[in-house]
């Protein structure tokens, strides 16, 4: 389709789903900021324009039509959610442009790369040691970690087209299942986490923080982390076991970078601040956003970065200008208890059902169902709040429901090659064939869904959140 047939297509899906019979129970403004809502979502799908042009036009339009106050279209760029991913991914350049990202990687390399199982521990240990702060998993993978088992690959004469099963597919695979890990570990590690915490307090009342993510992911994380670089050895076994060379690309590399800078010492001092910040916060009061902007602002005044460093990083006021969209709208809709009438009325569906196998039944669809989506936000956007709200109709304590839904946002990637960012950088890479990232794909998920819905919903019983 052309871009003016998606428009127009987009057009029409809001045009008559507002002037659809309006169901009893719903207010007329309730339901006409849905349709606006309804066809921003198929805007992100097909794509005419940028995300951010689908959403101010959508906030324009409610503006206009008078069917929202214009302080509630503002509202969403009030939001502490939108602002700490703005600041977080300013906080991320850090790492980037002084290089601490690399030296941490190749440390680690050095130190304990003896074999191929390693690396890929090793590698994979990289990716969760930087991903508190780098919420854009796909700068973390592109920019930091894939150049970097690149340089491995290549380092044992495994190319695409040569040698890919000496030790690249294995390599490639592990890492990415590493980084899909990783993202779902911390709740500033992509960019997508904040926005589900932002929809689980407006649609259920729960307030999820930095701390509480982390201690829940802990252990379905720990044995994720674990289980697949063994997993896929024997699936997708290297050729190579054993890869001293490894260590010796680290060293020249290491010496490439020479002796540790001034930039990366203060990075890494506010990074350990932070960090202590973050997990604490609960305790001392201090909002994960004022953490995260002081520690932008330190990284200013100390020269870490500059304020032209920070206007590079589109990436960061795109997802602003249209998080800040997407919040408004679905905060007004919450609002008008459309939420609400939606909770009560498809949850009367699984009335007969038990509320186990409820959850299990809306998880299992919601994975794999991103087999239609090519990112992450946009199967949130289009299906988050009402699995929630239909789980939490149908009996499931409201964490539980929560925690088993918004850890898999970021694991159902695994499921094909254009899951989310960092899935196209990998398999890009040309090392792995589709038809092995689908197969191991299915599966993967499949047992992701065991380590974290099924064994994650004990510990989050012993920690007693349900």
């Known amino acids: 389709?052309?871009?003016?047939?998606?428009?127009l297509v987009v057009f029409g899906i809001g045009i008559v789903i507002w002037f659809l019979p309006i169901?009893?129970?719903?207010?007329?403004?309730?339901?006409?900021?849905?349709?606006?809502?309804?066809?921003?979502?198929?805007?992100?799908?097909?794509?005419?324009?940028?995300?951010?042009?689908?959403?101010?036009?959508?906030?324009?339009?409610?503006?206009?039509?008078?069917?929202?106050?214009?302080?509630?279209?503002?509202?969403?760029?009030?939001?502490?959610?939108?602002?700490?991913?703005?600041?977080?991914?300013?906080?991320?350049?850090?790492?980037?442009?002084t290089g601490l990202g690399n030296r941490i990687a190749y440390l680690l390399i050095k130190y304990m790369g003896t074999s191929s199982l390693r690396l890929?521990?090793?590698?994979?240990?990289?990716?969760?040691?930087?991903?508190?702060?780098?919420?854009?998993?796909?700068?973390?993978?592109?920019?930091i970690i894939y150049p970097i088992v690149k340089s491995v690959t290549e380092g044992f004469d495994s190319y695409p087209d040569k040698n890919p099963q000496r030790i690249g597919s294995f390599l490639m695979m592990s890492t990415f299942y590493s980084n899909t890990i990783s993202s779902s570990m911390f709740m500033t590690s992509s960019a997508s986490n904040p926005l589900l915490c932002s929809l689980v307090l407006s649609t259920v009342g729960?307030?999820?923080?930095?701390?509480?993510?982390?201690?829940?992911?802990?252990?379905?994380?720990?044995?994720?982390?674990?289980?697949?670089?063994?997993?896929?050895?024997?699936?997708?076994?290297?050729?190579?076991k054993a890869t001293p060379e490894a260590r010796l690309m680290a060293v020249k590399k290491l010496e490439e970078l020479g002796p540790i800078t001034k930039s990366e010492s203060i990075t890494i001092a506010i990074f350990l601040v932070s960090l202590l910040a973050w997990s604490t916060s609960t305790i001392t009061g201090i909002d994960p956003t004022a953490i995260a902007i002081l520690s932008v602002s330190v990284m200013l005044l100390t020269k870490v970065i500059e304020w032209g460093d920070c206007l590079k990083e589109k990436a960061a006021f795109d997802t602003?200008?249209?998080?800040?969209?997407?919040?408004?709208?679905?905060?007004?809709?919450?609002?008008?208890?459309?939420?609400?009438?939606?909770?009560?009325?498809?949850?009367?569906?699984?009335?007969?059902?038990?509320?186990?196998?409820?959850l299990i039944l809306l998880a299992v669809f919601y994975c794999y169902t991103h087999y239609f989506f090519t990112g992450?936000?946009?199967?949130?956007?289009?299906?988050?709040?009402?699995?929630?709200?239909?789980?939490?109709?149908?009996?499931?304590?409201?964490?539980?429901?929560?925690?088993g839904l918004i850890f898999?946002?970021?694991?159902?990637?695994?499921?094909?090659?254009?899951?989310?960012?960092?899935?196209?950088?990998?398999?890009?890479?040309?090392?792995?064939?589709?038809?092995?990232?689908?197969?191991?794909?299915?599966?993967?998920?499949?047992?992701?869904?065991?380590f974290w819905l099924g064994l994650g919903s004990v510990w989050w019983k012993v920690l007693g959140l349900w």
């Open 408 to 450: 898999l946002d970021n694991l159902m990637a695994v499921l094909t090659h254009y899951g989310n960012g960092p899935a196209v950088v990998y398999f890009g890479s040309g090392y792995i064939k589709q038809s092995t990232w689908w197969k191991h794909g299915v599966i993967s998920m499949g047992l992701l869904l065991f």
């Open 206 to 240: 729960l307030h999820i923080g930095w701390g509480l993510w982390s201690l829940a992911a802990f252990v379905p994380a720990l044995v994720s982390f674990i289980f697949f670089p063994l997993y896929l050895y024997y699936v997708c076994p290297p050729e190579i």
């Open 120 to 143: 890929a521990y090793i590698l994979g240990l990289a990716d969760v040691i930087i991903a508190p702060a780098t919420p854009s998993n796909t700068a973390r993978a592109g920019g």
């Open 320 to 358: 602003f200008v249209w998080l800040g969209a997407m919040l408004s709208l679905a905060d007004q809709m919450s609002a008008l208890g459309l939420f609400k009438w939606f909770s009560e009325n498809l949850a009367s569906i699984f009335a007969n059902i038990p509320w186990p196998l409820t």
């Open 23 to 97: 169901p009893g129970g719903i207010s007329p403004e309730a339901w006409h900021v849905f349709a606006v809502f309804i066809a921003t979502v198929s805007g992100f799908i097909l794509q005419p324009y940028p995300f951010s042009v689908i959403s101010l036009l959508a906030l324009g339009v409610v503006a206009v039509l008078k069917v929202m106050p214009i302080a509630a279209v503002l509202h969403g760029y009030q939001s502490t959610v939108a602002w700490l991913i703005l600041v977080a991914f300013l906080y991320s350049t850090s790492f980037v442009k």
């Open 376 to 403: 992450m936000t946009t199967h949130i956007v289009a299906m988050f709040v009402a699995l929630l709200t239909v789980a939490v109709g149908a009996g499931t304590p409201p964490m539980l429901a929560a925690l």
């Open 1 to 7: 389709m052309t871009r003016l047939t998606k428009l």
